[in-house]
């Protein structure tokens, strides 16, 4: 089938190389014209053959909402958008109403996969009406893992983005979790190698996945990771994931401590921390350290 | 070679099993005579060539210690006593310099595989000196998957119980990490299928695991659990962890977080829930719920 | 000075009452005729002299939003609109520019007090242009309690809210701190009356505060607290209070903790710990619970 | 009465002070002879008429251990040994019962109140036998605060101690509530006055307490606490009220993540976060800060 693909960065380069490996058509849209195949949104439209489907692939929030603005102008009844990117799923809703006032379809996927996704497939998370999710369904077969698994039509518009929010929500916690026997292991002296302790556990243990492959790998590359800082970025689905708990009145104790451990490990120093110091030292003259 | 196997229980009794299948003698001893092959300790003693290894699989605490008395009692210097129960890490210092004192090697073994273990190989972290460990690494490499991975040489005496304990921490808070966004997805309308979405994670996600695929098993046997209580056990070495954690400053809040919902599951009422509801009529009037 | 007040069940009826008592004239409106002064919002209006305060005391959400309509439509340039009630703060900036745009100014004021602020006043913290809240500031002293402190003019429009939202998230915290520490003792035979260790906490501990002295009134009502049920509900700020802070990045671990007990608490049965059982049963045949 | 007192520290001097100002003997020994009465424990236990009462004032564990085996051989049946150390209440049974094998009682006492005890009171929590508590009741008199509260008979040996610890742990949680409130008002650009914020909670709040008149007593010092690091170190109650908590399988969420925020507070850089790090970096090509 033809597909229309709107930003062609790390992950939209790398989806439309495999989705051409299918045997699929791509005409690929970016601002950057050393990566574009067309000049414009107006001439990706005019590309491709009626009923299109143009997939948006470009940073949450302005970017998508602009793109999804002006394809509203470009496309036609019957077309159908296609929101890949990692947009909130509380604006899927919105893209999809707005967009069915004119007659064109969305489906949101949420995409796993990064670095290891060209040749091994990206996991795909998919919400909207079923038929719209079948004409999207070659593209979505093309990207996928070759096995059985790692593509699903999630529910309603908004589920796939939800889906992979949640799946990223997950991925905080479980990162976390051997993140902490990490630190632990490493900190006690009888425990002599921790990083053989890891490599171990790939077979036979209930812990054994893929995170933990990845980080015997980054344990070979530097055993107790002394060229790093311990500081973490966060994403945006890892906030999203607890303030959706918070509306639904759902406790998730485990990843939100892991989100607020990486709240933590970007602060020069502690505001709190500095309450608590000044506290101990209004009761129990306790000694505080200064700020040198 | 020849084992001594102390413990014939679930665990005692297909290990046994997986051991002689790797073509060693293992003569095995319970206090239920339909399981062992000899009907007391001296039997078993009596039965193996020295240097013997003597393989104890008791319940940790009293029995653990009370066989371990009785093996120093029976055993010759140079023979070896491997505990592979599930043994705070903390007493095996102790049992090594209990047999140490007459002569006899100690090796402690944390053991992980559960059910799936006669099958598919016991994960195995062990402790204890280079030379003891050697006596003991046929069994080992009998025990152990079959592939590159399943079995490590942790450290000092303590640090295979110390490092399957960390195990155990780290897989708290990854049931914990799942149990979580389960609950989410199932909580939210837009999201129509939560089994297949965990069906579909098993490929091209960051968050492919065993522990995953177990997940998926238990959906496609009760799709939304409606079968079961939410009550969760938890087995001493979560608590470890945290006790360990503790002791040595390191902060584990992903794993604490998973511990206290387990204590928290099998309470009929929250004590601490009632003097939150007391405090919020004090100050505020508001409605409490009575008792029924 | 005169007020409109909007709003007259329990919160905004003692107000009234105490706002008269420092002998001001309060012309109060609820839609329940017997607690109103007048009969509607329109008969408010022309009863006070301008520039006029109306003070807004309903339930946050739809109700205070088509309140502050209606009196965009009603009210003169150089009035003011207080909103007194539980709105979020992301609300004021919108109100106050949709009133601006009118010539309506618009101070935002969070209040504490409960049913105990009739007799010992209302703690007050408000957000606005020193100009607006200095027409204010004398309903701001007729409310608050007798001492040096108890009001704030705590910043910009919305400010008075957020601290009003933040005092609520500490609220949360402290209450769980006295609850964990409660149902610990509690569970500890040695400890014989824990009743009398709180109200002996009363004097010269760290601890000592008002939400201690209402846990002790609490305590000699029930002393064991076997009338209630440990179901806590949660009234917005705290949720708030957390979103804000992943907003803002800020780690909020223990106040986080305590809105996910009560969250935890008013569920019948924990979805995510049937996962944890189910889990558990997978790899290790642990029994589960049936559901009876 | 006459009390023997053991330690004169900055505890136990100040309590020495206050005993006598109430108008009993106190024979008081100190390792540093510049704060002693006398010279040894030997003189100490001469200088007393019998039956006698020693108060021991000294670092838990050894310290504390030592000078009851030492007053174990010197005093005689009947006399009374009270701990008003910071040990740990599993050392009050092991005491209890070593001094009992010589006729002699023991009573454990906690004791609050830092630099503020000798003219405000020490809040005092103690376990024992009431005929043992009785024979030291003056001096607790003459310790605690004046009024109605701040003493407490908490149940059998130990419950002293395990009263106090369980006061610290709340503690924690408490400091923490405020903490994190303050950190939160501080990022938040349209509040303009934190401190004058916390000043004004003094009064008509659900929050107000001691600890919130120190808070605004170290805002005073320096408002925003910009003299101070936020590193917080722990006293050992906090550690064992956790380990309590896991013991008794009683949730405690609030108060363990204030004791793991004060371990993170005392980390360079964090070991787990350079875990996230690394995996972040092997999944997705997530850039990573290198240490300098």
């Known amino acids: 089938m033809e597909l229309g693909l ?3 960065g790390k992950m939209g380069g790398n989806m439309r190389e495999r989705i051409r490996r299918a045997g699929h058509t791509v005409i690929g849209y970016d601002r ?14 005019d590309s491709l053959q009626g009923p299109r489907v143009v997939w948006v692939m470009v940073p949450a929030g302005a970017a998508t909402q602009s793109t999804i603005d002006e394809l509203g102008e470009l496309l036609s009844p ?13 604006d899927d809703e ?13 489906v949101d996927c949420g995409v796993s996969g990064g670095v290891w996704g060209l040749e091994n497939g990206y996991a ?10 079948a ?5 979505f077969d093309a990207l996928k893992p070759e096995g059985d698994f790692g593509s699903v039509h999630a529910g309603k518009v908004g589920a796939g983005h939800f889906a992979k929010m949640v799946h990223n929500g997950i991925e905080y916690a479980m990162m976390q979790a051997y993140a902490e026997g990490w630190e632990l292991l490493e900190k006690v002296e009888s425990v002599t190698d921790v990083r053989e302790i890891f490599r171990s556990w790939q077979e036979g243990t209930v812990i054994r996945s893929w995170l933990l492959d990845l980080a015997v790998n980054a ?20 906030r999203w994931t607890v303030e959706a708990a918070i509306d639904n009145a759902v406790p998730l104790p485990a990843i939100t401590a892991s989100l607020f451990a990486r709240f933590s490990s ?9 309450m608590i110091a000044a506290l101990r030292n209004q009761f129990g003259g306790h000694a505080v350290e200064s700020k040198k």
């Not at 574009?36 to 990706?44: F, G, K, M, R």
């Not at 795909?124 to 999710?133: I, S």
């Not at 004409?135 to 593209?139: A, C, D, F, R």
């Open 266 to 274: 970007r602060q020069e120093d502690s505001p709190q921390m500095k």
């Open 219 to 238: 344990l070979d590359e530097d055993e107790h990771l002394d060229k790093l800082r311990g500081f973490a970025a966060d994403s945006g689905e890892g």
């Open 135 to 139: 004409k999207v369904q070659p593209v």
């Open 32 to 45: 950057n014209p050393d990566l574009a195949d067309v000049h414009s949104l107006q001439e990706l439209v």
């Open 6 to 8: 709107v930003g062609l």
């Open 124 to 133: 795909l998370m998919y919400g909207g009406d079923a038929e719209n999710v």
């Open 94 to 106: 919105k893209h999809a109403e707005e967009l069915a006032a004119k007659g064109i379809g969305f």
């Open 78 to 90: 019957g077309d159908i958008v296609v929101d890949g990117g990692n947009s909130r799923w509380t």
